[in-house]
């Protein structure tokens, strides 16, 4: 039908761009953050675009609906705003068939959000986990340069110059905080230093030459101090870095229902399957709240219904939280997402209901 080939074009064009832009956006801000890492020595700028790529499919599981259901919104209101509308009641094609017609493609957007949550996004937290893996994020002694003091965790360290290599150091200053009330902190000063690699070790290890190492007790005079000619020093990988372990978030369908009893597996399960229904509930939103009149504009009623939708995704964020600690089932995600469809359908019938419930006060009172 040339009215639904119509319709599409708009909506899937605008749509495309609302979540090119949306990504550019996202997307930039988390390159700065990475591009942050990069410059402090702890990621190897080589990675950065890798690292994005794989995260990119994550962070579409977000932007798609929302990119579709602004794009509904834009649609529908020029509809409105350019008389559009009015053309197709006259000719008996009422607001609720135009978003009949729009079933088919909503369905395709499903799909591609289904794909999009179901694989490509555990696909991209796995390589992203062997990607770290490969390129650790760098801690302790990776990250000093000659001249400059440079803190990572608890850990401030110095050197006046190192090798190309970064094997060896020299004027070592070397100070580490303690979290603990009965330690003290440590302070080492070293003349030179030699990097140590042992195999299936990744923790720094750095064997210092002619020095002294103190022990300090904060908010006390006390101190210990020791002279040594030769000193090993192990410092443990930052165990609270940014890169964190995505569990279930990465399993694939068959690792998820082999765990179904784990209740993270069953929030993480039932994000996949129902959470790409939200495409049918913006449809349904979209066409009940786009609804304005021509000398109002589309934008009027964007934002209201933004936070509708929003809230939307939210509420399932919430319920993700909730049933990984197993306080309620996976089918209070059906549950909201009716809920939202429910209201959908009240708001595309309030031109008849108001109107009725108007009267009925009437007669009431009279």
């Known amino acids: 039908m040339i009215i ?3 319709l599409v074009k ?5 749509s495309i761009v609302v979540i090119l832009l949306l990504t550019l956006i996202m997307m930039g801000g988390r390159l700065i953050k990475y591009f942050g890492i990069a410059a402090q020595g702890r990621l190897d700028a080589g990675i950065l675009f890798s690292i994005i790529g794989y995260r990119l499919p994550e962070f579409l599981t977000l932007i798609f609906p929302l990119g579709f259901f602004i794009g509904l919104m834009l649609v529908f209101g020029r509809l409105y705003v350019d008389h559009e509308m009015a053309v197709f009641n006259a000719s008996g094609i009422s607001r609720h068939r135009l978003t009949r017609l729009m079933i088919p493609m909503t369905v395709v957007f499903l799909l591609i959000q289904f794909g999009l949550m179901g694989w490509m996004s555990p ?19 990776d990250l000093v340069r000659p001249k400059e003091f440079i803190s990572s965790g608890p850990y401030t360290i110095y050197a006046g110059s190192l090798s190309d ?34 195999e299936n070790d990744s923790a720094n290890v750095v064997d210092l030459v002619q020095g ?39 399993l694939p369908y068959k690792e998820l229902w ?21 495409m049918l509930v913006a449809l349904i939103l979209a066409a009940a709240l786009s609804e304005v009149s021509p000398r109002q504009g589309r934008y009027l009623k964007l934002f209201p219904a933004l936070l509708i939708f929003a809230s939307l995704i939210v509420a399932l964020m919430a319920l993700k939280t909730r049933i990984s ?13 009716l809920f939202y469809a429910f209201a959908g359908f009240l708001f595309s019938r309030k031109q008849k209901l108001g109107p009725k419930l108007r009267q009925h006060i009437k007669r009431v009172k009279s």
């Open 4 to 6: 639904r080939r119509y």
């Open 10 to 14: 708009q909506v899937v064009s605008t």
């Open 123 to 141: 696909w991209g937290l796995r390589g992203f986990e062997a990607l770290k893996t490969s390129q650790a994020v760098r801690t302790g002694f």
């Open 165 to 198: 290599d970064r094997k060896n150091l020299k004027d070592i200053f070397f100070y580490q905080r303690t979290y603990q009330e009965d330690k003290p902190d440590v302070l080492i000063l070293a003349k030179e230093a030699t990097r140590i690699q042992l």
């Open 212 to 250: 002294r190492r103190y022990e300090i007790y904060p908010g006390s005079a006390k101190y210990s101090k020791a002279e040594f000619q030769s000193y090993r020093l192990r410092l443990e990988n930052d165990k609270e870095q940014e890169f964190v372990n995505s569990s279930a978030e990465a």
């Open 258 to 278: 082999a765990k179904i009893d784990d209740p993270v597996v069953e929030s993480e399960l039932g994000w996949r399957i129902f959470v790409p229904f939200s």
């Open 325 to 337: 600690k197993g306080e309620i089932g996976m089918w209070s995600y059906p549950a909201v997402l």
